[in-house]
């Protein structure tokens, strides 16, 4: 919930006409209402949902960047639900993802505040969304995820890490390749005039980059390095490939990452 002395604080767009959000009762809410489906009539409405193409590309290239499983296991059957946050300054692009996976989720985004004293991070506002736990995002879960360590109970799950699949580079798309780079990429100009192109991957392993290298050249024909950021490792595209990288993602950019090209 966001009181009221913080609602200055938030971004002006959010005022606008034609925005998603509006006021109530001193807090923000997206104008769709949550669905409202329960029991026998949840569970029949969640077995017509099937993932479309395009949520598959997209969901692929997501789980790359910010996007992610979360993975609860009960007394009947595994949970997999796909989640997706960013600060409140990319509201309008978490609804735009919220807007493809719409089918599969019952309660629109929100805005949480999250950081503070007591947590000792800084505070700040992201908005979020989940989509009902569905057996469509299993396969997703068993592509994108390992085991760190093995439980004590078969009713709690391990530690588990993201990964990059194996077979990346038959199921990465040019739409993918778009949305990843819209989560975790970024751009700088230098004073040539001449620009750079990065994906920060700190959270994959030096080998996953180095899959992810011989995937984005193998299926697109992008060149790109591994670069030492600390004690992680991040994706570079070298100026040969600045072209046709550009040519492959711009179709899909959002306007709001449009600075990003």
């Known amino acids: 919930m966001i009181q009221k002395n913080n609602l200055s604080t938030l971004p002006l767009f959010l005022q606008r006409q034609n925005a998603n959000w509006y006021k109530k009762a001193d807090v923000w809410v997206h104008k769709d209402e949550p669905r409202k489906l329960y029991g026998k009539n949840l569970v029949t409405y969640k077995k017509t949902l099937k993932l479309t193409p395009q949520q598959k590309r997209i969901l692929i290239g997501s789980l790359l960047g910010d996007g992610y499983i979360d993975f609860h296991r009960s007394a009947k059957q595994p949970s997999y ?34 950081g503070g004293i007591k947590s000792g991070l800084p505070k700040r506002y992201e908005v979020r969304f989940k989509t009902y736990a569905h057996e469509e995002f299993k396969y997703y879960y068993d592509l994108f995820y390992f085991c760190l360590r093995q439980s004590k ?3 709690v799950d391990g530690q588990r890490k993201k990964r990059v699949p194996q077979n990346i580079k038959s199921i990465l798309t040019a739409e993918g390749l778009a949305y990843w780079y819209m989560d975790d990429g970024t751009t700088r100009t230098y004073i040539t005039g001449k620009k750079s192109y990065v994906i920060s991957t700190q959270g994959f392993c030096y080998e996953d980059q180095v899959i992810l290298i ?3 050249k193998e299926t697109f024909g992008l060149d790109c390095g591994v670069h030492k950021d600390k004690t992680y490792f991040r994706l570079g595209f070298r100026a040969s490939s600045n072209t046709l990288f550009l040519s492959l993602i711009k179709p899909y950019i959002h306007a709001y990452f449009d600075y990003k090209l």
């Open 81 to 114: 639900y796909f989640c997706f946050a960013q600060t409140w300054h990319a509201a309008d692009y978490v609804d735009h993802i919220y807007q493809i996976f719409k089918p599969f989720v019952g309660t629109p985004p929100k805005i949480n505040k999250i």
């Open 153 to 155: 109970g078969p009713e």
């Open 214 to 216: 011989d995937a984005l």
